[in-house]
């Protein structure tokens, strides 16, 4: 089992690019409600690929920034609005949250080229909250990143034996910061926890200053899918 827990001294700089025009999705939730999300396809022959889950008042746009490095990394993306936001709309609700999340990751794996066994989560704030119980409970879910959790989650929904696990939370965000000190006594497997200087939240963990840990959410998840 490896563990780390990172400091923000430096980060490499990314530069933004934009990435090629998804295919539009559309599937059913368990009631019938309608869910909306966008595929990219990254073409590599590895099949790997990653569910994204945005934060509270988000959606899947706001994941634009690390779409086209998670391609050129030869990683599938498939960001989705959560219900009560974006092209899904609707009421809030957790159970249906995970329900939905179970759903995405069935429609993954039904895409020609994708690996069923090398597919991960990411996760920025109420998407951290839904993508780590959901990943630790799929055995055949091998990482997970959560910017951000706002729930330190318990002993069973945190057991990665043979994945990993990477958090970023903001020194100051005080749930957060909180929250990842509990994942990193408890979680079980390779798992990382990157404290980063300042208040930021969410999905702006990674894009808070100057400093652009792209890189490193890129890099996690080439190395674990």
């Avoid at 490896?2 to 980060?11: D, E």
């Avoid at 219900?83 to 609707?90: M, P, V």
């Avoid at 903001?170 to 910061?177: F, I, L, M, V």
């Amino acid at each position: 089992m490896r563990r780390y827990l990172i400091a923000t001294l430096f980060s490499l700089l990314c530069l933004p690019l934009q990435a090629a025009d998804p295919r539009q999705v559309e599937i059913k939730g368990q009631d019938g409600f309608a869910l909306k999300g966008s595929f990219y396809a990254s073409g590599n022959d590895k099949g790997r690929a990653v569910l994204l889950l945005h934060g509270m008042n988000g959606s899947r746009g706001t994941w634009g920034g690390v779409v086209e490095p998670l391609l050129q990394a030869g990683i599938s993306v498939l960001a989705v609005d959560q219900r009560g936001y974006g092209e899904t709309g609707g009421s809030l609700n957790f159970d249906d949250l995970r329900e939905d999340a179970n759903l995405w990751l069935a429609w993954l794996r039904s895409q020609p080229g994708i690996t069923p066994d090398r597919i991960g989560m990411a996760g920025a704030s109420m998407g951290a909250d839904v993508s780590i119980p959901v990943c630790s409970r799929d055995a055949q879910c091998t990482a997970v990143i959560a910017l951000s959790p706002c729930n330190g989650s318990d002993k069973e929904t945190l057991d990665y034996s043979g994945r990993g696990m990477l958090v970023f939370a903001a020194n100051k965000d005080k749930t957060s910061y909180l929250s990842a000190q509990a994942i990193f006594v408890q979680a079980q497997g390779d798992v990382a926890v990157h404290i980063v200087e300042g208040t930021a939240h969410g999905i702006a963990t990674l894009f808070e200053d100057e400093r652009s840990r792209v890189a490193e959410f890129v890099g996690w998840l080439d190395y674990h899918l």
